[in-house]
């Protein structure tokens, strides 16, 4: 049974058994709900670059740090639909567009977007967006064009949000969560790791999570990837040991969501990751590069799942294929 009234007090006792105990109940819960061979592959893209007005202290995308990215502006649709189409050759089932945005307006880009979106829809992959704040018109719009899931993270816990970002509020974030809900769209939320937060901070994000009205059906926990001339660049690599608690305490508060092992994997050995796979993780992002910064590339990933014995995972849910929907299996 899926529960949305966990406590503060159980996440935080569960979050705390001794981690191989962890490891053990989150892998049984695991396999309860998923196929422990199938990860799910998911490709981003970056599609409009830097220059955003937001203050979010870990991101090398603000324009009031200065960092190594290079503003552009929004691609064209074509080579848009030729990434998703690379991504697709190389074994990806979701391929994820994201804009620099604080949010979305209504204009020319907007309805470029939403020909992305009908674009990458058509190929038969999971169509994802991560664009900033919505409007529940805006949300419908991307609905209707074929959008399957939007992204927008809490990032922490209400309490710690402040010390990281000031040109928004946490119930801005929940309210768009809401609209993508409303509008029958895939949730996909989560947060960051590794940002000076506490143990508190990582329950409380985890909490606010698991009692939304109905589970975020996939959550991405990033570990910081801190960039040269944003505010978080001196912060420590977050532990293996810290990924394996969120990924697994995630994992049992909300068993048949997917747990995806976000940002960080390019500083984690292929015995970490097996770590985060077996405490619970069952989707990663996959490519040379995740927005701006360097991720494994797919030779890397191709020796990872060979030497775990696992695969990716096909577009779509079972119900959805059976119900007619297309879908394609890409082998790696
Ligand atoms: N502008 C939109 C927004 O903020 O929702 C979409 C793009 S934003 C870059 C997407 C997410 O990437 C952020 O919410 C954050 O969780 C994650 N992210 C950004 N920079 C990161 C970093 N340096 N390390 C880890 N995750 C990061
Ligand atoms: C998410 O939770 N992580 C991804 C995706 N959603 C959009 C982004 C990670 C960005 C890491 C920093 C960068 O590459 O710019
Ligand atoms: Fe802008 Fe999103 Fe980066 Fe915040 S996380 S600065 S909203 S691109």
Redesign the pocket.
């Known amino acids: 049974m899926l529960r949305t009234d966990w406590t503060r007090a159980e996440i935080t006792a569960i979050y705390n058994v001794p981690v191989l105990d962890l490891i053990y109940q989150a892998a049984t819960v695991h396999r309860q709900h998923h196929d422990p061979q199938e990860v799910q592959v998911c490709t981003l893209l970056s599609v409009k670059t830097g220059g955003?007005p937001?203050d979010?202290a870990?991101?090398?995308?603000a324009a009031r740090y200065h960092t190594h990215v290079k503003v552009h502006k929004l691609m064209d649709v074509d080579e848009v639909l030729d990434a998703a189409n690379r991504a697709k050759e190389s074994g990806s089932s979701r391929f994820c567009m994201?804009?620099?945005?604080?949010e979305v307006r209504d204009n020319r880009d907007f309805d470029k977007v939403l020909d992305m979106v009908r674009g990458v829809n058509q190929m038969g992959l999971e169509v994802c967006c991560?664009?900033?704040?919505l409007t529940d018109s805006q949300a419908q719009k991307l609905k209707d064009a074929g959008l399957y899931a939007y992204?927008?993270?809490l990032?922490t816990s209400k309490e710690f949000y402040g010390d990281i970002i000031s040109t928004r509020t946490y119930d801005d974030r929940l309210d768009t969560l809401g609209h993508v809900r409303q509008a029958g769209i895939s949730v996909c939320s989560?947060?960051?790791i590794g940002m000076g937060e506490s143990h508190n901070d990582r329950i409380g994000m985890l909490l606010t999570l698991a009692t939304l009205p109905q589970h975020p059906e996939s959550v991405?926990v990033?570990?910081?990837?801190?960039?040269e001339g944003?505010p978080?660049e001196d912060q420590e690599r977050v532990s293996v040991w810290g990924m394996v608690r969120m990924i697994a305490t995630a994992r049992i508060i909300m068993p048949t969501a997917m747990v995806r092992l976000?940002?960080?994997r390019i500083r984690m050995n292929t015995e970490e990751q097996a770590l985060c796979f077996l405490a619970g993780a069952n989707s990663i992002f996959a490519g040379d590069k995740?927005?701006t910064?360097p991720n494994p590339d797919v030779d890397a990933d191709a020796q990872l799942f060979q030497t775990l014995n696992i695969r990716p995972k096909a577009a779509f849910s079972q119900k959805e294929r059976q119900k007619g929907v297309r879908f394609e299996l890409i082998p790696v």
């Open positions: 955003c937001e979010c870990y991101c090398p995308q994201g804009a620099a945005w604080r991560t664009l900033g704040m992204n927008h993270n990032d989560g947060g960051i991405p990033n570990a910081l990837v801190p960039v944003t978080l976000s940002a960080g995740l927005l910064t």
